[in-house]
């Protein structure tokens, strides 16, 4: 119990080091859709505005590799549901994921990109400008603490949080085995 203790300080250390704040279940700044789900996680790791949290979002998603066509239309929705005051999620994943956060960010929206690793990484590691937009302009989110890498267990984990916080989930272009499903 006491390395767990002393394991858990750290982490919190570390976190306000990086300007990442930690919202427990029983926050009131805790997601009320997110906590409505079967398995909601105990804890959020947030960088950025906490209380993009408690706003109506729908998110954004599709496949990785996407057309050109499915990038064009993650951006345009992304862009006319923040000209609509909707917060956009989504994973900042490669193909429509970024498409959609930065249609969001181009009509000066509010965009949630929730990760598959710690807040103190940025995967893909190209999306690090975005990702600190996003963090600027709305928030970036996991249940994984500084540290966390990026697994390919920890993405279904984190699709889960997309569509807690989420009153409605578009899936703009996926394979029948995607994620995004």
Same mark, same amino acid.
């Given at each position: 119990?006491?390395?767990?203790?002393?394991?858990?300080?750290?982490?919190?250390?570390?976190?306000?080091?990086?300007?990442?704040?930690? %919202?427990?279940?029983?926050?009131?700044?805790?997601? %009320?859709?997110?906590?409505?789900?079967?398995?909601?996680?105990?804890? /959020?790791? %947030?960088? @950025?505005?906490?209380?993009?949290?408690?706003?109506?979002?729908?998110?954004?998603?599709? !496949?990785?590799?996407?057309t050109d066509?499915?990038?064009?239309?993650?951006?345009?929705?992304?862009?006319? &549901?923040?000209?609509?005051?909707?917060?956009?999620?989504?994973? /900042?994943?490669? @193909?429509?994921?970024?498409?959609?956060?930065?249609?969001?960010?181009?009509?000066?929206?509010?965009?949630?990109?929730? /990760?598959?690793?710690?807040?103190?990484?940025?995967?893909?590691?190209?999306?690090?400008?975005?990702?600190?937009s996003v !963090?600027?302009?709305?928030?970036?989110?996991?249940? &994984?603490?500084?540290?966390?890498?990026?697994?390919?267990e920890h993405?279904?984990?984190?699709?889960?949080?997309?569509? @807690?916080?989420?009153?409605? %989930?578009?899936?703009?272009?996926?394979?029948?085995?995607? @994620?995004? /499903?």
């Amino acid at each position: 119990a006491s390395a767990a203790r002393e394991a858990a300080s750290a982490m919190l250390a570390q976190a306000a080091r990086l300007g990442i704040e930690p %919202v427990a279940c029983f926050d009131e700044r805790y997601p %009320v859709l997110l906590a409505c789900i079967p398995d909601p996680p105990p804890v /959020l790791w %947030v960088r @950025g505005d906490t209380a993009v949290l408690a706003r109506a979002a729908v998110a954004v998603l599709g !496949s990785r590799a996407a057309t050109d066509y499915a990038r064009q239309v993650g951006e345009r929705l992304g862009s006319e &549901l923040a000209r609509r005051g909707i917060v956009v999620t989504s994973g /900042l994943a490669r @193909g429509v994921d970024s498409a959609a956060h930065a249609g969001c960010l181009g009509s000066e929206g509010t965009t949630v990109a929730v /990760l598959g690793c710690g807040l103190d990484r940025v995967y893909p590691a190209e999306h690090a400008d975005l990702a600190a937009s996003v !963090s600027e302009q709305g928030a970036l989110v996991s249940e &994984l603490g500084p540290g966390a890498p990026p697994l390919p267990e920890h993405f279904p984990l984190r699709n889960r949080i997309i569509s @807690g916080i989420s009153l409605a %989930v578009v899936v703009v272009e996926a394979s029948e085995k995607s @994620g995004s /499903l």
